[in-house]
C-alpha cells in the first residue's frame, strides 16, 4: 500500500444493539415468539422460508415457504401460528427488523 500510495479510509462504525438480549428469559410456553426470513435456494429458484418459534421451548411453531419475499408471507405465517396455538395476552413477538413485518 505504501508503494502504491494507497490509504484505508475508515468510516464511522455503526453498530447496532442486540434488544434480543436484553430481553427477560421466557418462564412459560407461549410467552415470547422469535421469527425470521431467510432464502432458500432449490437448483435456479429461490424462495423465502419464515419460521416462527417459540423461545421457551425452542419449538418452531409455525413457518411458511414462498417463491417471493413480501408482507403476504409474513401474514400468512403470523395468522396460522396465531390462530393454531393459544396465544396469552402479552404475548413478546420479536423478529429481525426486516421492513416485511412492519405490517403486523
Known sequence: MEEAVLKA????????RNNSRELSKPLK?????????TYIGDGNKWGSLTVIIDLFSRKVEGWDLSSRLDTDLIMLASTKV???RRTNQGLLFHT????HYRVI
Not at 9 to 16: E, L
Not at 96 to 99: G, K, L, M, P, S
Open 29 to 37: 410456553i407461549y410467552q415470547q415468539w422469535s421469527s425470521n426470513v
Open 96 to 99: 429481525d427488523r426486516v421492513r
Open 82 to 84: 396465531v390462530r393454531s
Open 9 to 16: 479510509h475508515f468510516d464511522r462504525i455503526f453498530r447496532c
